[in-house]
């Protein structure tokens, strides 16, 4: 008998931020992340993940942004690219992964033809090289920029 790999009670229509905040509820105090500082690594639980996801979200819906919009993440990979990332899709909108080492111009490329409305940077080099330029992308909202993004809970 053929079984579809998705038989097992998995439900296709849920989406990749809900199923990320269910866990969260379920597993509050374990660990989800871990992020390494002055060379010792600390846990981020589920909970501390859940609360900045929201937060991302609701940050984005302050802004204006909407479903559908789309959000562009441009940061190493980290826990704020999590909270970026599936803070965006949260809230609806639709997240542009763009690599953490282009430079201003191939940034400036992706977000004009992927007509993002709003960019999280993680570099306060690139985000000062591009906040020159950033006026000629007409459908900008703005960027978030953090040198040392607050962390809840973390230590």
Same mark, same amino acid.
């Given at each position: %008998?053929?079984?579809?790999?998705?038989?097992?009670?998995?439900? %296709?229509?849920?989406?990749?931020? /809900? %199923? $990320?905040?269910?866990? #969260?509820?379920?597993?509050?105090? /374990?660990?989800?992340? =871990?992020?390494?500082?002055?060379?010792?690594? =600390?846990?981020?639980?589920?909970?501390?993940?859940? *609360? *900045? @996801?929201? #937060?991302?979200?609701?940050?984005?819906?302050?802004?204006? @942004?909407?479903?559908?919009? /789309? $959000?562009?993440? %441009?940061? +190493? *990979?980290?826990?704020?690219?999590?909270?970026?990332?599936?803070?965006?899709?949260?809230?609806?909108?639709?997240? $542009?992964? $763009?690599? !953490?080492?282009?430079?201003?111009?191939?940034?400036? !490329? @992706?977000?004009?033809?992927?007509?993002?409305?709003?960019?999280?940077? !993680?570099?306060?080099?690139?985000?000062?090289?591009?906040? @020159?330029?950033?006026?000629?992308?007409?459908?900008?909202?703005?960027?978030?920029?953090?040198?040392? +993004?607050?962390?809840? *809970?973390?230590?």
């Amino acid at each position: %008998m053929d079984q579809s790999p998705f038989s097992d009670g998995v439900d %296709m229509n849920e989406t990749l931020p /809900r %199923m $990320v905040l269910n866990q #969260a509820e379920r597993l509050a105090g /374990r660990t989800a992340l =871990r992020r390494k500082v002055e060379g010792v690594w =600390r846990d981020i639980s589920w909970q501390d993940l859940d *609360n *900045n @996801i929201r #937060a991302f979200g609701e940050g984005l819906l302050g802004l204006g @942004i909407r479903a559908g919009d /789309r $959000v562009a993440v %441009m940061a +190493p *990979n980290s826990p704020e690219w999590v909270y970026a990332d599936l803070g965006s899709m949260a809230c609806g909108a639709l997240s $542009v992964p $763009v690599y !953490h080492t282009e430079g201003v111009g191939t940034l400036l !490329h @992706i977000l004009q033809d992927s007509q993002s409305r709003f960019l999280f940077i !993680h570099s306060p080099l690139i985000a000062g090289n591009f906040s @020159i330029t950033w006026a000629s992308c007409r459908t900008w909202r703005g960027s978030s920029s953090s040198k040392d +993004p607050p962390l809840t *809970n973390a230590a």
